[in-house]
């Protein structure tokens, strides 16, 4: 099972930036996809991002325009560019590996966002 360390989360005032770093324990070039998951105070964990091995992104719809998901084969790490930031966006940042049938495989441990207003 792919051991997933995620880094970057932080206290930033809202309009700003932050950018999220997953690294694996194994080579995730194989992997099928990667992505981001977030838990928001009060809802349900909520898939915000998404990269297949073939470089195909997907985002939720509260964040498009916002959030850029990028991948490094190389360096087994996936990476989460959060801009324009914003209260509702405080939450658990987790670092997932995404199985063929979109089932999540592993879990990374979270990082915290806090968007202060």
């Known amino acids: 099972q792919a051991q997933l360390v995620e880094s970057g989360g932080g206290l930033v005032q809202a309009g700003g930036s932050l950018r999220l770093s997953c690294s694996a324990s194994e080579r995730i070039f194989s992997i099928n996809a990667m992505g981001w998951y977030r838990q928001v105070p009060g809802k349900q964990r909520e898939l915000v991002a998404k990269?297949?091995?073939?470089?195909?992104?997907n985002y939720a719809d509260s964040v498009k325009g916002r959030f850029t998901i990028s991948r490094d084969n190389a360096k087994k790490a996936v990476y989460l560019q959060i801009n324009s930031l914003k209260p509702e966006d405080t939450g658990v940042y987790y670092c997932?590996?995404?199985?063929?049938?979109?089932?999540?495989?592993?879990w990374g441990q979270g990082t915290q966002v806090t968007v202060s207003s």
């Open positions: 997932v590996k995404i199985g063929w049938s979109d089932e999540v495989l592993s």
């Open positions: 990269i297949t091995r073939g470089g195909t992104t």
